[in-house]
């Protein structure tokens, strides 16, 4: 069983409209939560982070987490084709607190 | 201020060679991870460093080793290479490993491929 699972893409969607991505995660012991969003042959960027349970908005997106339910997503409001890329979800965990990925989701916003 | 900086960006080696990749972080960050991300898969977690001690190891075998050094800048060694070997290797900086301050930037990474 793999350790984060995300919605399997790809996801398509018109500009302007919300991108739902979701991500469940089986290590409780997890307590941060990352986004990133990887441009294909680029390397992973950070979207934003979240640690309590609820929402947090930053500009055009919010991440959700529910510890109980063990599942954190992200909401992209007016989606530009520039937001087009794949968006992984990464809990920490382990004794490092090492970043746990999901195999991403790859969103196309359609001019 | 500069990201996290690695070389070399792409390196082509074949079965069995040796390679060595290079890391510096962030001003300031003293914890650098290594993952691998192969084609299609999410960065798997290789190795964190902090403060020149090894504080975790993921799933892989002896051949990859790390080392950081007292400017916190990292080394990636990997022995005896394989075909399987082949990916897109990310180093990525914090501040800490732990607590508020541990989120994790990525440098552009080193592409290598393995004949």
Redesign the interface.
């Known amino acids: 069983q793999k350790e984060v699972e995300q919605n399997s893409g790809p996801l398509s969607v018109p500009e302007g409209a919300i991108a739902s991505l979701n991500c469940t995660y089986s290590d409780r012991g997890s307590q941060s939560f990352f986004w990133y969003r990887q441009y294909s042959g680029k390397s992973p960027e950070l979207i934003m982070f979240i640690y309590s349970n609820g929402d947090k908005e930053d500009g055009r997106f919010t991440a959700q987490l529910n510890k109980a339910s063990q599942y954190v997503s992200l909401l992209i409001r007016d989606s530009q084709p520039s937001d087009s890329a794949t968006y992984l979800c990464a809990p920490t965990s382990g004794s490092a607190r090492q970043l746990t990925f999901g195999s991403g989701t790859q969103l196309t916003v359609l001019p | 201020d500069a990201g996290v900086t690695q070389s070399p960006t792409h390196l082509i080696k074949t079965r069995g060679q040796h390679v060595t990749l290079r890391c510096s972080p962030i001003s300031g960050h003293k914890s650098v ?1 290594w ?1 691998q991300q192969v084609l ?6 290789i190795f ?1 460093y902090y403060e020149k001690e090894e ?2 190891r ?1 799933n892989f075998p002896d051949r990859f080793s790390a080392r950081q050094f007292p400017n916190y800048s990292s080394e990636l060694n990997v022995n005896a290479l394989l075909l399987g070997d082949s990916a ?1 290797y ?1 180093c ?1 900086s914090s501040l800490l ?2 607590g ?1 301050q ?8 080193t592409r290598l491929l393995v004949l």
């Open positions: 991870s993952y299609g898969q999410g960065p798997q977690f964190q504080r975790g993921g897109l990310l990525a490993p732990g508020p541990e989120t994790q930037y990525f440098g552009p990474g």
